[in-house]
């Protein structure tokens, strides 16, 4: 996983994997269908290149109908993409990336009270 990262497509698949459990390949070309039109085939070899080449998807074959289940946690993927954004785009620097999101005109005083909480507990952990 960690040379391999999966692609905005791929990403749409492991989420429905995620919120729905190991599924079919009709299963995930209908959710997937929901917001564009996707055809099955595209779907059934993208989800056989996520299993065979790719090592993201696991099918299970002892049904008829074959059930493919992540091998990736939602953890593992959000992990590894916002490492790769820290180091692209904010040359690996916390400070940076913090500054960014606070600077946002969303930034809710709910979320800044939260925020500073959570640095005060890391802030007793180091210690």
Do not use: C
């Amino acid at each position: 996983m960690k040379d391999k990262k999966p692609t905005d497509a791929e990403l749409e698949v492991l989420q429905i994997l995620w919120d729905h459990g190991p599924s079919s390949v009709r299963f995930v070309n209908e959710a997937l269908s929901r917001n564009r039109e996707v055809v099955y085939t595209t779907t059934l070899k993208m989800m056989q290149v996520m299993t065979e080449k790719k090592g993201f998807l696991k099918r299970d074959t002892s049904e008829r109908t074959h059930l493919y289940e992540a091998l990736l946690s939602r953890e593992q993927v959000r992990q590894n993409m916002f490492d790769r954004m820290l180091d692209s785009v904010f040359q690996g620097s916390p400070l940076k990336l913090v500054v960014q999101a606070l600077g946002h005109e969303n930034t809710s005083l709910e979320d800044l009270e939260a925020i500073k909480e959570l640095i005060s507990k890391l802030e007793k952990e180091k210690q």
